[in-house]
T-cell receptor, first 112, second 112 residues
């Protein structure tokens, strides 16, 4: 998985609780991304980062926040989890916007 | 409207045959095009990238790009049962800030 790890790999949480997912890379790539993948919707971008402390929204950013304090780490936080956020979350990295993205192994999140 | 369209399939081919997967996109200004393979329960894996018109070959895989007609295709020669997966087309879309937009994927089944 191109030096990308995600933690946790599986999580079950209750509605209303905060959840933080972590993505860690060892490739020193500038760009990092968070996607969610749901049946019928494919991969959709939540947020992305183009450098330390530089982040921007994707198409499904409502209810999510991100932070990047180090090049290698990109955190995704669900402030108050809802059942609609049950999904598989993938982190990806790339050298630049136009270049290939490489994906981490994913986190399966279930909100009950 | 950013769109990357793929036939959802399933596309069934016999072992040893050529599998042809197609993708069309809406943004004429797109510059980068990628094919990912995703096995069930796994993360997307990059198999081909193509940036200019024409064909690009890598082993049993050939990517074909036609910017004038706004389509990109993937040919898999000598298909094997291990090629059975979902294939995702992804396009960097200028109208979406050059971010990657994914198609919903085509399910490929190779029958032995």
């Amino acid at each position: 998985d191109a030096g990308i790890t995600q933690s946790p790999r599986h999580k079950v949480t209750e509605t209303g609780t905060p959840v933080t997912l972590r993505c860690h890379q060892t490739e020193n790539h500038r760009y990092m991304y968070w996607y969610r993948q749901d049946p019928g919707h494919g991969l959709r971008l939540i947020h992305y980062s183009y450098g330390v402390k530089d982040t921007d929204k994707g198409e499904v950013s409502d209810g999510y926040s991100v932070s990047r304090s180090k090049t290698e780490d990109f955190l995704l936080t669900l402030e108050s989890a809802t059942s609609s956020q049950t999904s598989v979350y993938f982190c990806a990295i790339s050298r630049d916007l136009y270049y290939e993205q490489y994906f981490g192994p994913g986190t399966r999140l279930t909100v009950t | 409207q950013k769109e990357v369209e793929q036939n959802s399939g399933p596309l069934s081919v016999p072992e040893g045959a050529i599998a042809s997967l197609n993708c069309t996109y809406s943004d004429r200004g797109s510059q980068s095009f990628f094919w990912y393979r995703q096995y069930s329960g796994k993360s997307p894996e990059l198999i081909m990238s193509i940036y200019s018109n024409g064909d690009k070959e890598d082993g049993r895989f050939t990517a074909q790009l036609n910017k004038a007609s706004q389509y990109v295709s993937l040919l898999i020669r000598d298909s094997q049962p291990s090629d059975s997966a979902t294939y995702l087309c992804a396009v960097n879309m200028k109208e979406y800030g050059n971010k990657l937009v994914f198609g919903a994927g085509t399910i490929l089944r190779v029958k032995s």
